[in-house]
């Protein structure tokens, strides 16, 4: 593959990882670097932006569509580059993270259309899975991947034409890799993530009759879906691949993205290839938005917040609408359930909520959606099968009988349940069983029969967060105070099967995050720091 002369790479400030060398060669860290040096400052700048527009959400109280875009969702003639083949048909996909042998097997072989490769939520960024995530794809697409288990079991790719589809999800703009260093700076997490996969992958994903896609998370306004527009356009140049191979999905996952849905389509028209609804980062966002607005956003326990509340159903039905209309693909929301063998009685009641969930976003024109365990991928499929039959999605369906307002964006008031002393007590358990996996290297976590990731364990600390700031009473009458929260944390910290280590980091860094006087953007990011 052409690669720019590799003088001034980035440099790699890291203990030996084995068989880093073939993904840290000296034209990857070369490309990677030339990524950084054009385009990190404009990084910079929309980060700074990102808290400049929440100082003024917390003065005004309410976001809008945008006036100065309004030509661009008023034009009704432009659409988003056709599909390719690979991505033509989506009706289930499966995540799980990339950094992990066996899971990528099994992903593969899943029988899901796509799989979203992990990088982001589902991964604990050490400098082992970042390295690994990158070597485990090059080799699943060389066909050189394999796994045998403690228990003598091996793992093997199945049939290549029976494989699902690679989407990649790099880490998000807000993240920095500090194994990586370009004229004594990180390299943005994002960046690095794109540029290795990019670099090792495009040409031979196009030989093998498929492309770079990728999934794009956190962003927040049309300017980032541009940033990544450019990234693309300046990484096919580089390295001599037609314009317009990569596709992305980009995730709406926060409130503000919400309201420019039809402007990120349109920046990344040319690569663009749908939207998907990151339901669970998208609580976290509302929840991080309007953490000091009042009652009024004051949202009850994360798990009576269902895809039936009117906010969320306002922001799922002008998803599709919006897909729709510009002809790209409309990806639903997480299926997290893990389902287990030994309680077939459980398991039963969870499936049929699965189900309930997938028809009902089959039904809403919805042309896929996610899973998070490979048992759970005939479920879904029997729902999309049931309204799609041959064909490969339905974006003939344009929804024009949707209209919603930013006020049914932000109607979070609207819901009935309250906040439950049994709701705080599994913001921390989970909270705290997360971050403890997390700072052992694990990005995906079952937890009480759900496949939990960071976005979750966000929603869980920012919660709290807003029920101390709140002042919220439960339902048992108790109210909410910082105190509250340390004592039940205490005792999840003495119930842990180790009350030191990694344990003892976990339950300080979430009353961190969960309690301190200034709300902390994203926990991944003091995490980081604790990060081996």
Same mark, same amino acid.
């Given at each position: 593959m052409s690669a720019p002369a590799p003088s001034s790479p980035a440099a790699v400030e890291a203990p030996y990882v084995e068989r880093q060398e073939e993904v840290l060669t000296e034209a990857a860290l070369a490309f990677v670097a030339a990524l950084h040096r054009r385009f990190t400052p404009r990084r910079d700048e929309l980060l700074a932006r990102r808290a400049e527009r929440r100082a003024e959400l917390a003065r005004t109280g309410r976001p809008d569509f945008l006036p100065e875009t309004a030509a661009v969702r008023e034009d009704p003639d432009w659409r988003v580059a056709p599909a390719p083949a690979a991505l033509e048909d989506r009706r289930v996909e499966i995540t799980g993270p990339a950094d992990d042998r066996k899971m990528t097997i099994n992903a593969l072989n899943s029988g899901a259309r796509v799989w979203l490769a992990d990088m982001e939520d589902a991964s604990s960024p050490t400098w082992r899975n970042v390295v690994h995530g990158q070597l485990n794809l090059m080799d699943a697409f060389a066909r050189r991947i394999d796994f045998t288990g403690p228990e003598g079991r091996t793992y093997a790719l199945g049939p290549a034409e029976r494989l699902a589809t690679v989407v990649m999800r790099p880490r998000g703009w807000h993240l920095d890799e500090r194994h990586l260093t370009v004229d004594g700076r990180p390299v943005p997490g994002a960046l690095a993530d794109f540029g290795l996969y990019f670099f090792h992958n495009a040409r031979r994903l196009l030989d093998l009759g498929k492309g770079p896609y990728f999934y794009l998370p956190?962003?927040?306004?049309?300017?980032?879906?541009?940033? *990544?527009? $450019?990234?693309?356009?300046?990484? !096919?140049? @580089?390295?001599?691949?037609?314009?317009? +191979?990569?596709?992305?999905?980009?995730?709406?996952?926060?409130?503000?993205?919400?309201? =420019? /849905?039809?402007?990120?389509?349109? =920046?990344?028209?040319?690569?663009?290839?749908?939207? %998907?609804?990151?339901?669970?980062?998208?609580?976290?966002?509302?929840?991080? %938005?309007?953490? $000091?607005?009042?009652?009024?956003?004051?949202?009850? &326990?994360?798990?009576?917040?269902? /895809? +039936?509340?009117?906010?969320?159903?306002?922001?799922? #039905?002008?998803?599709?609408?919006?897909?729709?209309?510009?002809g790209a693909h409309a990806i639903g929301g997480m299926a997290a359930f893990i389902p287990s063998r030994r309680d077939p009685e459980i398991n039963e009641v969870a499936l049929e909520k699965v189900r309930a969930d997938k028809d009902r976003e089959a039904g809403d024109g919805f042309d896929g959606s996610w899973v998070a365990h490979p048992d759970l991928v005939p479920v879904a499929r029997a729902s999309f099968d049931?309204?799609?039959?041959?064909?490969?999605?339905?974006?003939?369906?344009?929804? #024009? &009988?949707?209209?919603? +307002?930013? $006020?049914?964006?932000?109607?979070?008031?609207?819901?009935?349940?309250?906040? +439950?002393?049994?709701?705080?007590? %599994?913001?921390?358990?989970?909270?705290?069983?997360?971050?403890?996996? *997390?700072?052992?290297?694990?990005?995906?976590?079952?937890?009480?029969?759900? /496949? =939990? &990731?960071?976005?979750?364990? @966000?929603?869980?600390?920012? !919660?709290? *967060? !807003? *029920?101390?700031?709140?002042?919220?009473?439960? &339902? %048992?009458?108790e109210k909410v105070t910082a105190g509250l929260v340390r004592e039940v944390a205490a005792q999840e910290l003495a119930s842990a099967p180790e009350a030191s280590g990694t344990w003892r980091q976990a339950h300080d860094l979430f009353l961190r995050v969960a309690l301190s006087e200034e709300y902390v953007d994203f926990l991944t990011l003091p995490a980081y720091e604790l990060l081996e």
């Open positions: 956190k962003t927040e306004s049309h300017l980032e879906a541009r940033l *990544w527009n $450019d990234v693309f356009v300046f990484a !096919q140049e @580089e390295l001599g691949i037609p314009r317009g +191979t990569i596709r992305a999905t980009v995730l709406i996952e926060t409130i503000t993205a919400a309201f =420019e /849905m039809e402007e990120i389509l349109h =920046e990344l028209r040319e690569h663009a290839s749908g939207l %998907n609804a990151g339901r669970w980062d998208y609580l976290f966002s509302i929840i991080k %938005n309007f953490r $000091d607005a009042g009652e009024a956003f004051v949202l009850p &326990d994360r798990n009576a917040v269902t /895809m +039936t509340a009117p906010f969320m159903r306002a922001y799922t #039905e002008l998803l599709v609408r919006t897909c729709h209309k510009r049931a309204v799609l039959g041959d064909r490969p999605h339905q974006k003939h369906r344009l929804r #024009e &009988d949707v209209r919603v +307002t930013a $006020d049914q964006l932000v109607a979070v008031g609207s819901l009935e349940a309250k906040p +439950t002393i049994a709701g705080l007590r %599994n913001a921390v358990q989970v909270g705290l069983r997360y971050i403890e996996a *997390w700072l052992r290297g694990l990005g995906a976590v079952a937890i009480f029969n759900l /496949m =939990e &990731d960071a976005a979750t364990a @966000e929603i869980s600390r920012s !919660q709290i *967060w !807003q *029920w101390v700031a709140a002042g919220v009473v439960l &339902d %048992n009458g």
